[in-house]
């Protein structure tokens, strides 16, 4: 599964923006996908995470309610976010990983990765 993360960019605070993911090689539905993001400096850490089969979802406590992730149910996971902080800044990561009914939320529970996108809050 190669995996290809787009739509970051430069917003200010309280703005959004979208994410996709797009998988080829393989139907993205048939996967938990994750959204991960890395600010300078610091850890790899989940954003949200979704599995489409069973149709249930996780968020991290920092995004709850600003957050959406969603998908197709074919080739392509989206992560809408809205009332953007500068706190958000961070190059975002989607992940595929086989996980039967459920989501991983750690990074070791996904086996395919995108490149990463960039996304700047300004304040």
């Known amino acids: 599964v190669q995996l290809q993360a787009s739509g970051g960019g430069l917003v200010q605070a309280g703005g959004s923006l979208r994410l996709s993911c797009a998988a080829s090689?393989?139907?993205?539905?048939?996967?938990?996908t994750g959204w991960f993001r890395q600010a300078p400096g610091k850890e790899r850490v989940i954003v949200a995470a979704?599995?489409?089969?069973?149709?249930?979802a996780y968020y991290a406590d920092s995004v709850k309610g600003r957050f959406t992730i969603s998908g197709d149910n074919a080739n392509t996971v989206y992560l809408q976010m809205n009332r953007l902080k500068p706190e958000d800044t961070a190059v975002y990561y989607c992940a595929a990983g086989q996980r039967g009914n459920w989501y991983g939320v750690k990074g070791t529970d996904y086996d395919y990765w995108g490149q990463g996108t960039q996304v700047t809050v300004s304040s």
């Open positions: 979704i599995n489409q089969r069973s149709r249930i």
């Open positions: 090689g393989s139907t993205l539905s048939n996967y938990a």
